[in-house]
């Protein structure tokens, strides 16, 4: 191509080097999809605008805790200047196998978004809990062999690799072998055994301070800062930017997992870049931190403005507000955004017997009240030990303990949901702020099984019953009116192929009925959804019991 041959599109403004971190006046020249020249080139359509970016990336994220459909949620965020996000479909994973992931990927490419996955490496995510899928070595190969996969999932299972565990190794090798990144997750990981993991973990997106961050960075990992829905760490992480001994081209922002509520009201990872600035971050390095850190971390072109990349662009009114005009994918402006056809993830997932409330209780042999452990829910993904006496109540001739919702302290059962063998974890959990009713989800990481915390066990027994008939979602339970609000997520049994703004007005009615029953959690219904999640400190329930995370074993409910 000459000078004088005529493109597609150009594009003139101050152009937000990302490459070299500055701004400069320049015409961008776009032909067939492509960045063909950064200089004047006669042209079918011009355009003026005050800021030319990079489209932004999300460096690690979970489309299923949006609650919407792959297609759904690329549809959602690219008028925000997102044009490429890392996704890691452990969830429906967990839930559908191999099978889920490829219907993931099928649905991707229903939006213009460029969805760019990885294989999700740690199905299930421990030996402590049925789920409904297991992902062997072969099958992540599988996964790594499409050109969609960009690399191997997060490693949830540190002890595994710490110990050389064969199964894990496998999966670590095949991503090495092909050239990929294998992204981490390491929370708390430190001293010895982080400088043992490094050898094979490139990423890391759980550090919570900036100590943790710092020792994975001198460790050789890239950073990735989080500001989620229920993870917010980038007001605790964002002073690395500036820090003499940190390269901030080292750090990249992600949003982990983002709730249909914020995701439509605040953004995905362009809330982050906004608020980045908003720390004092100088905008280009904050962009940087969002395109091309996150491209170099994975080896993919997007992420720059340069001759020979996609031209995938977010048009600014307004760089420190990412106040964005006109979005460009493969040099199409403001592409279309129609509606998706139907999900090519599976829809029935949701299958147990009818749960009678005696399935929900916990036996007592003593005279009372029970002393038991209590998973404290002291943020909106860390838990805490507690140990608390709770009463003892007779029915139909057995002594049982039960919830006390004046110490805060209310019952949850994680109930096996992939038609398995059916078993039922029973507990305590306290901070939730429940006072009656129950409130239950099948959107429990990573299994996925139905989880139902209550004041009451008849309450949690009918909104089980309930989330089974209408195969999965998220309901809460009122006794005093007797109505059920529901939000059904029918694929998987944990997205909605519903609009976003549908499932957010959903999602929204049942917070608020959550909300009159006492649950006054920061993370709101969202906290429920990680008090399973046994790979994360301290105390967790699965279906066959609860978990000490520190000796990563069944610990018995009742101490005596």
């Known amino acids: 191509m000459t000078r004088t041959d005529t493109v597609d599109l150009t594009i003139s ?47 690690h994220m979970h489309i299923e805790s949006s609650m919407v459909t792959a297609a759904r949620y690329g549809n959602a965020v690219l008028d925000r200047g997102v044009t490429s996000v890392v996704a890691d479909p452990h969830e429906i994973a967990n839930v559908c196998g191999l099978a889920g992931v490829r219907g993931m990927i099928e649905d991707a490419a229903h939006t213009p978004l460029k969805i760019r996955f990885t294989a999700p490496s740690s199905v299930p995510a421990s030996h402590l809990q049925d789920g409904g899928a297991t992902l062997d070595a072969a099958a992540v190969e599988d996964l790594l062999d499409d050109e969609r ?25 095949a991503a090495r072998e ?17 400088q043992s993991v490094a050898r094979y973990l490139d990423t890391d997106h759980e550090s919570v301070t900036e100590s943790e961050a710092l020792e994975k960075l001198h460790a050789g990992m890239h950073v990735y800062i989080r500001e989620g ?27 982990d997992d983002r709730d249909v509520i914020e995701l439509e009201e605040l953004g995905s990872v362009d809330f982050a870049v906004r608020r980045a600035i908003e720390h004092g971050v100088d905008p280009v390095e904050a962009i940087q931190l969002a395109t091309i850190n996150t491209a170099e971390s994975y080896g993919v072109p997007f992420g720059r403005v340069a001759p020979g990349a996609p031209a995938d662009l977010a048009l600014l009114d307004d760089l420190e507000t990412w106040d964005v005009e006109h979005v460009v994918v493969n040099g199409v402006v403001d592409p279309s955004l129609e509606a998706p056809p139907e999900t090519a993830v599976e829809t029935d997932t949701v299958s147990f017997g009818r749960v009678d409330p005696t399935d929900l209780a916990l036996e007592y042999a003593g005279s009372g009240p029970a002393r038991v452990r209590v998973i404290d829910a002291v943020g909106r993904i860390q838990t805490k030990r507690m140990e608390q006496a709770l009463p003892i109540e007779t029915r139909d001739g057995t002594d049982i303990v039960v919830p006390n919702p004046t110490a805060d302290v209310a019952a949850i059962s994680v109930i096996e949901r992939h038609g398995g063998p059916g078993n039922i974890g029973n507990g305590f959990v306290h901070g939730l702020g429940l006072d009656r009713g129950a409130v239950g989800v099948t959107v429990a ?9 209550g004041a009451a066990f008849d309450s949690m027994a009918a ?24 939000l059904e997520l029918p694929v998987g049994g944990l997205m909605s192929d519903e609009p976003l703004a549908v499932v957010k007005e959903q999602f929204e009615t049942v917070q608020s009925q ?13 906290t429920l959804t990680f008090l399973a999640l046994e790979v994360i400190p301290e105390l967790r329930l699965t279906t066959n019991g609860l978990v000490d995370i520190a000796t990563f074993e069944y610990t018995d409910v009742i101490i005596e």
């Open 178 to 194: 092909r050239g990929l990144a294998v992204d981490g997750h390491a929370p708390r990981v430190t001293g010895t055994e982080l």
């Open 463 to 486: 909104v089980a019953n309930h989330l089974e008939e209408v195969s999965g979602g998220v309901a809460a339970y009122d006794p005093t009116t007797g109505t059920i609000e529901t």
């Open 13 to 59: 403004g101050t152009l937000v080097d990302v490459l070299n971190g500055t701004l400069r006046e320049a015409t961008v020249a776009v032909d067939d999809g492509e960045i063909v020249a950064l200089g004047d080139r006669p042209a079918g359509r011009e355009i003026e605008a005050e800021y030319i970016a990079p489209g932004l990336i999300d460096a």
């Open 514 to 526: 959550a909300r009159a029953l006492g649950l006054d959690h920061e993370g709101g219904v969202h």
């Open 229 to 255: 829905s229920c993870s917010k760490n980038l007001d605790q992480l964002i002073g690395l930017v500036n820090r003499s001994d940190v390269d901030s081209r080292r750090l990249s922002l992600c949003s």
């Open 445 to 453: 990481h990573d299994a996925h099984n139905c989880l139902v915390v």
């Open 149 to 173: 996969v960009i690399a191997l999932g997060e490693v949830m299972n540190v002890p595994g690799v710490l110990a050389g565990e064969e199964t894990v190794h496998d999966k670590i090798e």
